[in-house]
């Protein structure tokens, strides 16, 4: 495995997932994750941290070289080609280093055996999702975790951002933005898949939910959940009490 170069302007990330930090430290802050197959821009470099900017979603921070693999632009088109996301809880896959253990939301080519650049990989096991509305239930408590984004741990718009990426759909990584995609809806014509935005109590959005009807949200707080909606806010029936006050719910399709 030949790491990212320091001459290479695009690679991919070739560990399971991989934390990206706010500032060029493992103890600071992680402010979202790239996951196996998802591939980036360096921006820049200090020391062994890279500034990138993934090519999913725009999102920049900084990782570790070692999580770091270096391709062309070719090879990134024929990459961006063949890909697609994995709605299985966990895939094994075969790579020149050993066995990978891969979440939720990696990417993956379509057959058996597939390439990212140079490297060579094969699909040892996996259980696709026939129905992409089954992919949320088998994501059910999986841990929160800041900046997380994948069936080993996730944020609230983590997971609405990676269940509509099974879907065909591209979201900005952060709650605020998603707020901004598709259409205002009114609360009481909620329907499944609609997106739920929460406010704070200086009214900015601070949590993102996703509609299953017109009475219950999954989400992700302290473990992805399903909890019902009072008058449009998260009522938690653990801990008797509303979570969560409603700001805005939106259509994207």
């Not at 979202?32 to 921070?61: C, K, P, R």
């Not at 094969?122 to 975790?145: A, G, H, Q, R």
């Not at 994948?150 to 990676?162: E, H, N």
Request: one cysteine or more; aromatic letters at 10%; a negative charge.
């Amino acid at each position: 495995m030949q790491l990212l170069l320091n001459h290479q302007k695009f690679g991919f990330c070739h560990a399971p997932v991989c934390a990206v930090r706010r500032n060029t430290s493992d103890s600071s802050e992680m402010v979202t994750q790239l996951v196996f197959g998802e591939t980036f821009e360096v921006i820049g470099q200090h020391e062994h941290w890279i500034n990138v900017q993934s090519l999913s979603d725009g999102y920049e921070g900084y990782v570790d070289r070692r999580h770091l693999i270096g391709l062309t632009e070719k090879e990134i088109q024929r990459w961006h080609d063949l890909r697609c996301v994995s709605s299985s809880f966990l895939t094994s896959v075969g790579a020149s280093w050993g066995k990978l253990q891969l979440p939720a939301g990696s990417y993956l080519g379509h057959n058996a055996r597939f390439n990212i650049g140079q490297e060579q990989f094969d699909l040892l096991k996996t259980e696709s999702v026939e129905n992409p509305s089954d992919f949320l239930t088998i994501l059910l408590n999986v841990p929160y975790l800041w900046g997380g984004k994948s069936s080993f741990g996730i944020d609230c718009s983590g997971l609405s951002q990676l269940y509509f990426t099974t879907l065909g759909i591209k979201l900005p990584r952060d709650a605020k933005d998603q707020e901004g995609c598709g259409h205002v809806i009114a609360l009481d014509s909620l329907q499944k898949d609609d997106l739920i935005f929460f406010q704070n109590t200086a009214g900015n959005i601070m949590h993102v939910a996703i509609a299953l009807n017109g009475r219950e949200v999954i989400h992700a707080s302290g473990r992805v959940r399903i909890d019902p909606l009072v008058d449009g806010n998260i009522w938690n029936d653990d801990l008797q009490e509303i979570t969560h006050r409603f700001h805005s719910a939106r259509r994207l399709q």
